[in-house]
Each structure stands twice: as C-alpha cells, then as structure tokens.
C-alpha cells in the first residue's frame, strides 16, 4: 500500500468529473443537470486544492477554490431561476421536451 | 497504514459512493440527499489537504445554500401532491460507453504523468493568510466577485417573480 499522495485525490477527483458528466447527460429533469455541474465544480476544487498542496504555488490554489464556491452559488441561484421560468411557460423541466426553439 | 490513510480511504469512499447514487437514482429528492453525503465527503477531503478554511466554507455555502436551492427548484417545479418525483433518463448505454472510455483516458493520463510534487508544509490554520491575500493580492477580484453576486441575487429575484 503506497502512501497517500497527489495521485489518489487525483483519482477522487476523476472519478467526480465523470460521474457529474455521466449525470449531465443521461438526467431528463433539469434540477438533476444541476446537480451534476456541482459534481464537476466539485472535482475541479479538489484539483485545485490538491495541486496547492503537492505543487510549488503557495496559497493561490485555495484562493481559486475559494472563488469557484462563490461563481457556483450564483450560478446555482441564476439557474434555478431559470427553471422556475421555464416551470411556469412549459409545465415540465425536461431537458429534451423543451425544443421550441428547434423548428 | 496511517490513520490520515485510514481518514482519506473513509471520506473517498463517502465521496465516490454516494455521488454514484446521485446520478443513478431515479428520486430526485433521494438524489438531492446523497448529494449532501458527497459535499461532506468532500469538505472531508479538504480539511486532509491542509485547507480547513474551504472547508468550512464548502460546508455553509454548498450544504447550507446550494443543496437548500436546488431542494426548493425540486418542490417547487413538481406537483407535491405527486409523491413520486422521478427523472427520466436517456441514452444510458452510450452515455455510459463514453465516460468510460473518456474516465479512461483521464486516469491514464494521470498514471503516466510523472508529476513533480513537493509536500509543502501548510499550518495548522489557513484563515489568516487566506484573509490577508483576499484583501491585499486579490482585491479587486474580491471587489468584483461582491458585485457579481449582488447582480446575481437581483437577477434571480426579479427573473423569478414575474
């Protein structure tokens, strides 16, 4: 059993990105496409993290994990808001029933 | 085998299992749940990082914010009367194929990059210097990272009562 090191919160973090893209694509509801992109946004903090710890670059890793918590809370807030919209104008979240704009 | 090995293998294994469940369960509400058991994995992970800051901030803003949203964006975009509230799915077996193949290449890369690390010495408590670079370095990032979530909350407010 090796030590634990950069290759295993690595490994944790690939596993993450690929579930969220997993759920982005297959999910039908759009509160569930949401929640994948915080799966990915996830994945994406613990590299940062992990690189600022095994990598020679100080504190700034954190800073940028720190910044990609704020954007996600307003992304999360813009977007449900949109849902909401698209609630009241279609009666359904389905991603793939949502195609006005195909014709 | 440490105890840090025996903690990181713990909240790994919280992480990765539940945020399986999330993308594989039909219940949007349950989904919603083990999204929670992931977050806390992850703010786990962190605090073995050295980062006991963003942990804590991962914990209020994404458990105790982000979760709550999406929780109202399930209620209030189905009837309640419906108790069941599912999700359909799509092209599962070419979706499945494809990240497969693409976690696939990810982990290779990973394996067969020699990365150079160096294990940097990072104290016991990270909030001083993490306040002092927010104000002094970053700034003007931190400035316009206010603003963006000042228009953000407006926009959703208004997008979201008319």
Redesign the interface.
């Given at each position: 059993m090796t030590q634990i090191g950069l290759n295993h919160f690595l490994f944790v973090s690939t596993v993450l990105f690929c579930l969220g893209i997993f759920g982005i694509i297959t999910r039908k509801n759009a509160v569930m496409v949401l929640m994948g992109i915080e799966l990915i946004l996830n994945s994406a903090n613990i590299n940062f993290i992990a690189f600022a710890k095994y990598g020679n670059f100080g504190y700034q890793g954190q800073i940028m994990a720190l910044f990609v918590i704020i954007l996600a809370a307003a992304e999360a807030a813009i977007a449900l808001a949109i849902v909401l919209n698209i609630y009241k104008t279609f009666s359904t979240v389905n991603v793939d029933e949502i195609d006005t704009m195909k014709d | 085998?440490t105890i840090?090995?025996l903690i990181?293998y713990l909240f790994?294994a919280i992480?990765?299992i539940s945020?399986?469940f999330?993308?594989t369960t039909r219940n949007?509400v349950y989904?919603?749940y083990y999204?929670l058991f992931?977050?806390f994995g992850?703010a786990g992970?962190?605090v073995l990082?050295?980062?006991d800051?963003?942990a804590v901030?991962?914990l209020v803003?994404?458990v105790g914010?982000?979760l709550i949203?999406?929780l109202?964006?399930?209620m209030?975009?189905n009837r309640i009367t419906n108790v069941q509230i599912k999700?359909?799915?799509?092209?599962?077996a070419p979706?499945?194929i494809?990240?497969?193949l693409?976690?696939g290449i990810?982990?290779a890369a990973?394996?067969k990059t020699n990365?150079k690390?160096?294990?940097?010495e990072?104290p016991i408590s990270?909030t001083h210097?993490?306040g002092l670079?927010?104000i002094q370095q970053?700034a003007v990032?931190f400035e316009l990272?206010g603003i963006?979530?000042l228009i953000?909350?407006i926009?959703?407010?208004s997008?979201?009562r008319k």
């Open positions: - | 085998m840090y090995d990181f790994a992480t990765v945020a399986f999330v993308v949007i989904s919603a999204l992931t977050f992850v992970i962190y990082l050295g980062a800051f963003i901030v991962q803003v994404y914010g982000i949203l999406l109202f964006g399930v209030l975009t999700t359909g799915t799509i092209k599962i979706a499945a494809g990240v497969a693409f976690a990810l982990g990973l394996l990365w690390t160096i294990n940097s990072i990270t210097t993490l670079l927010l970053y990032v990272l963006l979530l953000a909350l926009g959703a407010a997008m979201a």
